[in-house]
Every structure is written in structure tokens, then in C-alpha cells.
């Protein structure tokens, strides 16, 4: 291995310099372009803009000279683009004093008496257009117009930032970047030169660290095809039907592929990518990630020393896996939001729509697993539905989820010991009778789906998650809700007025005390007597006309619009003993 500093003109005593198929792609995005512009517009400091790892590849006879990029293409392409964008700022006449400069470094000739110029750096696949759109534009006469509306590629939209961006500045200043650009002496690159025996992965991972940090994703799948590439070193073009037909096709096809895999989910504490998240479940299912012993933060190196032990045939079985999966997992685990249309007769969209709610993502190996390896969809559907039980049960006795990391693999080992665990009705009991607003909602909500599934008098058996949580009795109850009804403690005897008191605090928490609204309530409304907050004051609308669901309609409007105008403890208790048996029914 040789580094040393170097100006990006070191690019003209290169051939061909290639990027390699299964890198990622250009990710760079405006905070680093304004951060590189700034930087190289500061006249008065030195400029060091990182690595660059190369490594030539065994010259071919009849061929030009070709280096592979190991690390370092967000800078080259980003500097490429920089170049080639005050190029086209310039004057006609500059432009006629510059092309040369442009063609030396950005272009290279396959022979030196040949007329066409070919673009120096080969993009990897997914950026290869836009890049080569960029670079051509106004060289190539037969190049298209770079056109900067409404496009999704980070490389054009990078072009016309920097385009924007120089024609702020005056003409004098733009020629002052680009010579500054173009000086030999302008070291703003440490160029380290690659030998055959050098281990480029390693140093590879060891070096990254400036720019746009390498995910666990992308170091993973530069392990995998790095090793491919070796053990089937005269087999290129498998290697790279293996990477299109899996990697690419299911996680690079296209933009709208690429954002899906890249949005974030929230999992508990923390905020994972899809890809991030499917990846860790695969190595859950095949036993080489223990959620007992490892962490996140370990996953890209265990999945690395993983792939060292692998032969071709099972490498190539591990990218078959991995693509299997990816597809399981786009068509089931959806991303939800206030639009989302929810049934409850859809089993799997219930269950992963309570986990989202929720933030667990802990049991997705075991539902990935059970998804791909039972083919029976009763079966399946009765794995999911014992996994449900089991969630919403422990939800609702208020129990800690650290121990989920060690189930899911249990579960995986053996799914029918769910049912074993299920929290036991007491505690059922004892959780709806002091319940979050968050579970209470979540469970309001699907019981409200399930009353809907079960009987075909409502106009729709599907509805979305976009409902308020109401406390029927409000928290705030002392100014309007003054009268506390005689009541009597376990041993017979009458409470105190401070226990009643106290009794009536804590039944506002259970969940008979709460239901979901279309809207929220006025906020000076919310705390009036039972009757002005069903009908409302003057324009202010009261609980019944934000009435859209049976849990609302049929539970409290009803019995109000038939003359019961009393809300109070006993009602409390009546409505959530009927809610526990809507809850046992459903998750029983």
C-alpha cells in the first residue's frame, strides 16, 4: 500500500476508472455540496478533502491502463461534477481555453490516435446515466439536456446546485476555482494505491469515515461481492448476474426501491432503516446474530466474518436468502399512516400494524421465518395470531419487552410455545384499569374493527388509524363534575368523600372511561358536565358530532340519546367490564 497527497489532476495518468458494480450508490446530498463549495472557496486555508482508495487492475493486453475505486467515489464524482459545472458557467471563450483541461481529466482515449474521448470515471451501475448525462453535456453533441425538474438523481440535482451555486459568483472567481482545482500543487487528496496482496476490505472499513458514513447494509453487501468476486475470479460476469438479478433488483431497482429501503422505522428507542432492520432478521433466523449476546453496532462485522467461512456455493445461497426475504418483507411490512386503510380481517396487516404502533420491530425474524417456511396459510395465520395474543396481552399488563430479544428466537425454534406465555387474565384485569393513552387508542381501535368485521349493519368494515382518544370523564373533572356518587370499599362499608375521591382519579385511567373521536374536542369543552360535552355549547361540538364508531355510538350516544344523562363510576366499570369481553374474545 503507498498513500500519498495529491491534486485531482492525478486522474489524467490514469486509464479507465472504475467504480465497481455492487458499491453504493452516490449519496452525497446538499449539506455536503454547500460544505465542499464553502470549504474550496476559502482562500485561506489548506484544503484536504480525504481518501481516495485505488487499485489497479491486471493489465489486458490491447487495453487501456484500469484502477477500481475501493473508497473515495462520493469525492471523485462530487469533484467531477464541481469541474464540469464551472465549465459550463464559463464564457464561449473561456470554454475554448478550458476544453482541453476538461478532456484530460475527465475523459481518457482508448488509443492515443483515436477521435472520441470516453468519460474517465465508469459510474456504477444504478448512477451510471445521470453521471455520464453530466459529464457529456456540451462535449457530446449527441449528449441530452440535463434537465433539473422535478429529477430524483442526487447526481443531477447535484450538477445544478453547483451550477446555481457558480453563478453567483463572478467570472473571475469561477476561473480561480477551477485552476485552483486543476494546480498540480494543490494536494487536497491522499490517493492510496492498492498492491494485489493489499486487503482492500479492511483497509477499506478502516479508512471511511469522512463524507457520507458507510450503513451496516453497505458494508455488508461489499463483503459479500468482494468475497464472490474472489472465489469466482474467472467468472465475472456470474458475479455480476448474481448481483443484478438479487441485490439490485430488490434493493437498487429503482428510486422509489432505494427510498424504501431506506426509511426509517421507529424500534423502540431508536430509528432503523427497512434494510437495517431486514438484514438483522435474517441473521437472527440463521443463528449467526445472538439478540442475547450481540448488539446492532456489531451486525455489518458478524455478518462479515460470516461470509469468511463460506465457500461460492453457500455465499450464493446466502444472496438467494437474503433476496427471498427482501421480497417477504416489502410485501407484507408495509409503512403506516393516517391514510392506511385497515381491516381486521387482514390477520398480517393487523399484527405488523399493532407492532408499528407500538415501535417493536424485536419479532420480525420470527415473522419473516414463519412467512417464508409455512406454506399453509392457516398455519401461518395461526402463528401470527398467537404472536398477537401474546403482544397485546403483555401490552396490556404493562410488562417490560427487554425479554423479547431472547423469545423471538425461541419462538423461531419452536412456535408453539407462544401460547405458554400469554399473560394471565388477572392481570388483563388489573391493565385496563390503568391503561396509556397510546394502548388505549391502539386497542379501541381494533376492537372497533372487529365489531365491524363480526356484524354487517356499518356501511364500512375497514377504516384508518386517524382517531383522538377521548376521556369520557375528563382529568380535570373537579369545577364541572362536582357530585361523587355513595360508594362503597371492599368490606361493605362507605368511602370516605377522600376515597371516593381517589376512586374516581383512578377510574378515569380505565379504559371503559375512553373512546376515539373523528376530531378532538374543543379545549374548553373538554372538562364540562357529562351533558354539555355530549351536545356541545353554541359552535362548539360536543362528543356526538365527533361520534363516528360503535365504541362511541353505540356505547355512550345511544344510551344518552334514550335519556341517560349520567356518566360516573358505575358506568366506568360497566363499559370496561364489556370491553375485557370483547378483549378476550379477540385475544383470549
Known amino acids: 500500500m503507498e498513500a500519498k497527497a495529491k491534486s485531482f489532476t492525478f486522474l489524467s495518468n490514469e486509464g479507465k476508472v472504475v467504480i465497481p458494480f455492487f458499491q453504493r450508490s452516490y449519496v452525497w446530498d446538499e449539506t455536503n455540496w454547500q460544505d465542499l463549495f464553502d470549504d474550496l472557496l476559502n482562500l485561506h486555508k489548506n484544503h484536504f478533502l480525504g481518501s481516495v482508495i485505488l487499485k489497479q487492475s491486471p493489465p489486458v493486453s490491447g487495453e487501456p491502463k484500469e484502477v477500481v475505486v475501493i473508497d473515495g467515489q462520493q469525492r471523485l464524482t462530487t469533484l467531477s461534477i464541481l469541474i464540469k459545472s464551472i465549465y459550463d458557467t464559463f464564457s464561449n471563450e473561456i470554454k475554448q481555453n478550458t476544453i482541453a483541461s476538461i478532456r484530460n481529466y475527465l475523459f481518457y482515449k482508448k488509443y492515443t490516435s483515436d477521435s472520441k474521448y470516453l468519460i474517465r470515471v465508469q459510474h456504477s451501475q444504478i448512477d451510471s446515466e445521470a453521471f455520464q448525462s453530466v459529464v457529456n453535456f456540451g462535449i457530446d453533441s449527441d449528449a441530452p439536456i440535463i434537465s433539473e425538474d422535478k429529477t430524483k438523481s442526487k447526481i443531477i440535482k447535484c450538477y445544478w446546485f453547483f451550477i446555481q451555486e457558480l453563478n453567483k459568483k463572478s467570472e473571475k472567481d469561477r476561473i480561480r476555482l477551477f485552476n485552483s482545482l486543476l494546480d498540480p500543487e494543490n494536494k487536497i487528496l491522499v490517493v492510496i494505491d492498492l498492491t494485489k496482496d493489499d486487503d482492500e476490505q479492511s483497509i477499506f472499513d478502516t479508512i471511511n469515515s469522512a463524507g457520507v458514513r458507510l450503513t451496516s447494509a453497505d458494508i455488508i453487501k461489499n463483503a459479500i461481492f468482494q468475497k464472490l468476486k474472489i472465489l469466482l475470479s474467472d467468472q465475472q460476469d456470474e458475479v455480476i448476474g448474481y448481483y443484478k438479478n438479487n441485490w ?292 362548539k361540538k360536543g362528543i356526538k358530532d365527533y361520534a363516528s364508531l360503535s365504541i362511541t355510538n353505540d356505547d355512550i350516544v345511544l344510551p344518552f340519546n334514550n335519556g341517560d344523562h349520567v356518566w360516573d363510576e358505575s358506568k366506568i366499570e360497566s363499559r370496561t367490564s364489556s370491553l375485557l369481553v370483547e378483549i378476550e374474545n379477540i385475544w383470549g
Open 248 to 539: 439490485e433488483k430488490y434493493f437498487l431497482n429503482d428510486e422509489e426501491t432505494i427510498q424504501y429501503w431506506n426509511t426509517q422505522r421507529a424500534t423502540g428507542r431508536f430509528m432503523r432503516d427497512n434494510i437495517e432492520i431486514l438484514l438483522h432478521s435474517i441473521a437472527v433466523i440463521k443463528g449467526y446474530y445472538s439478540p442475547e449476546s450481540n448488539t446492532l453496532s456489531e451486525l455489518s462485522k458478524i455478518y462479515k466474518d460470516h461470509i469468511e467461512t463460506l465457500d461460492a456455493k453457500s455465499l450464493i445461497s446466502l444472496i438467494l436468502e437474503i433476496s427471498g426475504y427482501a421480497q417477504i418483507y416489502r410485501d407484507h411490512l408495509i409503512s403506516f399512516d393516517s391514510k392506511t386503510i385497515l381491516t381486521f380481517s387482514n390477520s398480517t396487516q393487523r399484527l405488523f400494524h399493532i407492532l408499528d404502533v407500538l415501535q417493536i420491530s424485536t419479532f420480525h425474524p420470527f415473522i419473516l421465518y414463519v412467512l417464508k417456511n409455512n406454506k399453509d396459510h392457516s398455519d401461518i395465520d395461526q402463528c401470527l395470531l398467537s404472536l398477537e395474543k401474546f403482544i397485546i396481552r403483555r401490552m396490556i399488563a404493562g410488562n417490560e419487552t427487554k425479554s423479547y430479544n431472547k423469545l423471538t428466537k425461541e419462538f423461531i425454534d419452536d412456535p408453539d410455545c407462544i401460547a405458554a406465555k400469554y399473560e394471565d387474565r388477572e392481570k388483563i384485569v388489573k391493565g385496563i384499569q390503568n391503561i396509556s393513552n397510546k394502548n388505549a387508542a391502539l386497542i379501541l381501535f381494533w376492537i372497533e374493527l372487529a365489531r365491524r368485521n363480526q356484524n354487517k349493519k356499518y356501511d364500512t368494515s375497514d377504516l384508518q388509524y386517524n382517531y383522538t382518544l377521548e376521556h369520557i370523564m375528563p382529568q380535570k373533572w373537579e369545577e364541572y363534575w362536582s357530585n361523587i356518587p355513595a360508594k362503597k370499599n371492599i368490606d361493605g362499608n362507605l368511602m370516605t368523600p377522600e376515597q371516593a375521591k381517589t376512586d374516581r382519579n383512578l377510574k378515569l385511567y380505565w379504559l371503559g372511561n375512553m373512546t376515539l373521536l373523528k376530531s378532538s374536542l374543543n379545549s374548553s369543552l373538554r372538562n364540562y358536565e357529562f351533558s354539555v360535552k355530549m351536545v356541545g355549547q353554541g359552535k
